[in-house]
């Protein structure tokens, strides 16, 4: 995150500039949410599965210099770059053995643009209210609106989300957030995890749930988030896997957002010994604590 942060001062990148990642939840795009903001600029998270009219108005609105991407994403963006003349380089988010021919403009892979500099580097002494995110909105009247978070509501957030009667996170947690880096900030887990010292498991692309049900036994997985529809694929691959066995799961705790969640749900996570919560949603159909117990 330090020698991401000293290669966007070489770019030229200053207080307050936009940059924008389309990527899934990885090492690398973890590294840019620190590196970004750590000097003043602000990550703005685009979410890939909106049209792609309205990523391409969504980058100019928020006049975005640079667009960090993930392989999946560049056919996508090859086809709209057109749209986004303010965006002045590509940094795709891989190696240079997998980085693949494409037009895009200044296009560089990650590993290389990074690899220019050292990590001999000092974060940007900033105002707590200076800010750091971007989102925005989707599903909403008209064209997508943009919301920024600051430092400090960052840091609020982190805290009040590590505490005990929230997702009650420690040092010996081991956290998947499958949940997105650009959904709402991924509920904050990408700041509240290292904040406590928690190990994070990062699912890249792969959220089928035969892929999710290898990382939560393999890495000891102990609490995960994510939208009701990713469980519903968890369990349907466990539904219909002969003999496949449960009991190395470590899951202690379960937090479902974006919609409701299903009784359903509620009852096979209880049924693997995992306590379930659910965060509430603007609708205002949030699910009563009490009853997933």
């Known amino acids: 995150a330090l020698k991401v942060a000293k290669r966007l001062q070489r770019e030229g990148i200053a207080l307050g500039d936009r940059i924008a990642t389309l990527a899934w939840n990885t090492d690398r795009h973890l590294e840019l949410w620190y590196g970004i903001s750590g000097i003043g600029a602000i ?3 685009v979410n890939p599965r909106l049209f792609p009219e309205q990523i391409a108005w969504i980058v100019g609105h928020a006049e975005d210099r640079l667009l960090f991407l ?10 709209l770059q057109e749209k986004l003349p303010g965006v002045a380089r590509y940094v795709v988010l891989t190696d240079a053995a997998h980085m693949p021919q494409t037009g895009l403009r200044g296009a560089v892979a990650y ?11 000092a974060w940007a002494a900033l105002d707590e209210n200076t ?4 989102c925005y909105t989707s599903g909403t009247t008209g064209g997508p609106k943009g919301v920024l978070y600051s430092h400090r509501s960052n840091v609020l957030h982190a805290l009040a989300l ?3 009667d929230y997702m009650n996170l420690s040092s010996r947690d081991t956290v998947m957030p499958v949940v997105p880096l650009f959904h709402a900030n991924s509920w904050s887990l990408a700041y509240s995890a290292p904040m406590t010292g928690a190990k994070l498991v ?3 692309a792969r959220l089928d749930g035969a892929s999710l049900h290898d990382l939560l036994e393999g890495e000891g997985v102990t609490m995960t988030a994510a939208v ?4 519903l694929g968890f369990f349907q691959h466990i539904d219909s896997t002969p003999g496949i066995d449960t009991s190395a799961l470590k899951l202690e705790r379960v937090v479902v957002g974006g919609s409701a969640a299903p009784r ?3 009852e096979r996570f209880r049924d693997l010994g995992a306590y379930l919560d659910a965060i509430p949603h603007f609708e205002g159909t949030s699910l009563d604590p009490a009853a997933a117990r």
Do not use: C, R, S
């Open 43 to 45: 990550t703005h998270t």
């Open 70 to 79: 993930d392989l999946t994403f560049v056919p996508m963006i090859e086809a």
């Open 111 to 121: 590993e290389e643009w990074l690899a220019e500099v050292d990590d001999d580097f």
């Open 131 to 134: 800010a750091a995110g971007l």
């Open 162 to 164: 590590a505490a005990p």
């Open 202 to 204: 990062m699912p890249g």
């Open 228 to 231: 009701p529809t990713v469980w």
């Open 264 to 266: 359903a749900i509620i």
